[in-house]
């Protein structure tokens, strides 16, 4: 009997560590970093305005809208929080494989509402919104689904941050993305930089965030910023091609599409050897599954 319970705690322990650990990965800071997630809530909650939409389609395809387009989309502080809300919302979704980011009425995002960051002018609360938006867009970026940011219009400032933490972009005719923070005698907070480096490389980085250059969509695809140019530039037309664009690589079993992004996720951020052991894993999820049965049954010739 004590074999047996000492046998049942020990298996609590490990899941509980599992778990605990899942967690730790999943954000960049929690308490023992001095941050107070609740409180750095309440604080952004007092800046209301606009919101973020989610829809989920059958195909698994997600699209998430920033919606306040009397402000080109800036964020408020509530728009802040919900972002997080829909970030949980994607990561229970068992059922997807992509998602398409865009803004309301033809802009994709102008950054921070100017009315809240005059608000927060002190350096620590600052740093905890900037805490907060690293951890919501860092969980955004390990998602296991294929993203993509649909820029119409201007990206600018936290807007242009917003779209690193995609896998992809796509630009309209006449948009721009725009690392606006030197004018604001500012740099990125929310891990734009961090991740514009390892889109671009350290020299382009440094020109788009030391010179605050307009990036449009030809530039932004010779820095390799962005996969393609979309023909329209209206709301509907745009978000319809980047559906049939997202398609080519969220076609197929979901199992097969999530872990594939799982395995490029671990070799992006973690040490080679833990990369390959997480390989490892994620290859033992899907060998022998249905799509790998099914596929040896039809003996498909690669041509």
Same mark, same amino acid.
Request: aromatic share 6%; charged share 20%.
């Given at each position: 009997?004590?074999?047996?319970?000492?046998?049942?705690?020990?298996?609590?322990?490990?899941?509980?560590?599992?778990?605990?650990?899942?967690?730790?990965?999943?954000?960049?800071?929690?308490?023992?970093?001095?941050?107070?997630?609740?409180?750095?809530?309440?604080?952004?909650?007092?800046?209301?305005?606009?919101?973020?939409?989610?829809?989920?389609?059958?195909?698994?395809?997600?699209?998430?809208?920033?919606?306040?387009?009397?402000?080109?989309?800036?964020f408020t502080g509530t728009m802040m929080v919900e972002l997080q809300e829909k970030v949980t919302e994607l990561e229970n979704w068992k059922d997807g494989k992509g998602l398409i980011i865009h803004g309301a009425g033809n802009t994709f995002c102008s950054g921070s509402d100017l009315n809240a960051v005059k608000e927060i002018s002190n350096s620590?609360?600052?740093?905890?919104?900037?805490?907060?938006?690293?951890?919501?867009?860092?969980?955004?970026? &390990?998602?296991?689904?294929?993203?993509? %940011? =649909?820029?119409?219009? #201007?990206?600018?400032? +936290?807007?242009?941050?917003?779209?690193? $933490?995609c896998d992809f972009r796509l630009m309209t005719p006449g948009s721009e993305i725009r690392f606006v923070h030197k004018h604001m005698g500012l740099v990125p907070g929310w891990g734009g930089g961090a991740r514009l480096v390892r889109i671009v490389g350290s020299g382009a980085a440094l020109q788009l965030l030391g010179g605050a250059v307009r990036v449009d969509p030809e530039r932004a695809r010779s820095l390799g910023l962005c996969e393609e140019t979309l023909p329209s530039s209206d709301e509907t037309g745009a978000l319809g091609e980047a559906r049939a664009w997202l398609s080519q690589y969220t076609e197929g079993p979901t199992a097969?599409?999530?872990?594939?992004?799982?395995?490029?996720?671990?070799? &992006?951020?973690?040490?080679?050897?833990? %990369? =390959?052991?997480?390989? #490892?894993?994620?290859? +033992?999820?899907?060998?022998?599954?249905? $799509?790998?049965?099914?596929?040896l049954v039809r003996r498909p010739k690669h041509k």
């Open positions: 009997f004590p074999e047996m319970a000492l046998a049942l705690w020990k298996n609590l322990l490990q899941t509980t560590k599992k778990r605990i650990l899942q967690q730790r990965r999943l954000s960049l800071y929690n308490g023992a970093h001095g941050y107070e997630e609740e409180l750095i809530k309440k604080k952004l909650q007092q800046f209301s305005g606009g919101s973020i939409n989610l829809s989920k389609e059958d195909n698994g395809i997600g699209i998430l809208t920033l919606n306040n387009p009397k402000l080109m989309n800036a620590q609360e600052g740093m905890y919104m900037c805490m907060f938006m690293q951890n919501t867009l860092t969980r955004l970026t &390990r998602l296991p689904l294929i993203s993509v %940011a =649909l820029v119409q219009g #201007k990206a600018f400032g +936290g807007g242009a941050e917003l779209t690193t $933490a097969v599409i999530r872990a594939v992004k799982k395995v490029v996720t671990a070799g &992006r951020e973690l040490p080679l050897e833990a %990369a =390959l052991r997480t390989e #490892k894993d994620i290859f +033992g999820t899907v060998w022998g599954g249905p $799509a790998n049965l099914q596929a």
